[in-house]
């Protein structure tokens, strides 16, 4: 049976935004892997007595000696801005919260910092690199079936559609909560079109905020049939960051292959339909008209 303290540890670990716990006296006493991501600072070394200068801005006055009852109150829903710096020099603007920890007695007995990196800072090489590798394979990967499915569509003759899906909301969420709430977002949104792929199907990332899906249908008209359906799907995950609740929702397009496309063309057509999609207010399905 696993220790309550392993699934503590293992979960404070896997917490999607930058976490440091503060002892009594304001030493680091733990510092999860999303910290290390952030800051360049890895957990060896920062898990001392003594915070490094550079996060200095970050961590120092938010002990429990300074939060003090003024600061056991509500913090801004959505956090404040602090500027330090990260490990290689770049300046970090990191959007935080604090909270006051207390045992049985109301004693203060600690700190927890919250943290993810401001909007401005998104192209610093503050560990983010890691999602945009994730992100060029998984573009390389759909890139690569569709040029397979295409292949199969030209000789064989095998029906060949395609989805390209944005999510509404991502530009104002990675606006106003950073870039780290949108990912997790996006996380979502594929999580629930995965559920609702058919055996003809396959989803890949293509951008930020976006999807394509290799669909097999037969017609144009079955096609657009099963994006409504997973437009539905995708107005049934909402989402929760620090509070807020999201509904969420998608703009798609919809381009069934013909004998005179080329791949690119294919391509061009689904994303024209989906930026009409965008256009007519989000939440909306457009089918691209066939070429001649």
Known sequence: MVDRSELMQAALESFPEGLAL??????VAFWNRAAECITGFPSIGTVTRTVPWELEPLLLGHSPEAAGEARSGPRPERGVLVETQHRYGSKLPLMMRTVVLRDPLGEHIGTAVIFHIAEHLDSLPHGESCEESNLEAAQAEIEEQAQSAFDDFTKRGTPLGLLWITVDQAHELRKTHGKRACEMMIE?????????LRPI??????????????????????????AQVLAGLAR????????????????????????TDTLPQLFERAQAAML??????GNHITLAPERS
């Open 22 to 27: 503060l002892d009594g006296h304001g030493g």
């Open 188 to 196: 979502r949104i594929e999580r629930t079109l995965t559920h609702g």
């Open 201 to 226: 199907e396959e989803l890949g990332r293509w951008g930020d905020d976006e999807f394509l899906i290799l669909s097999h249908e037969a017609s144009a008209g079955s096609l657009a049939s099963n």
């Open 236 to 259: 049934t995950s909402d989402f929760r960051w620090w509070g807020d609740r999201l509904s969420l929702t998608v703009s798609i397009g919809a381009a069934q292959a013909v004998k």
């Open 276 to 281: 009409v999609s965008v256009h007519a207010g």
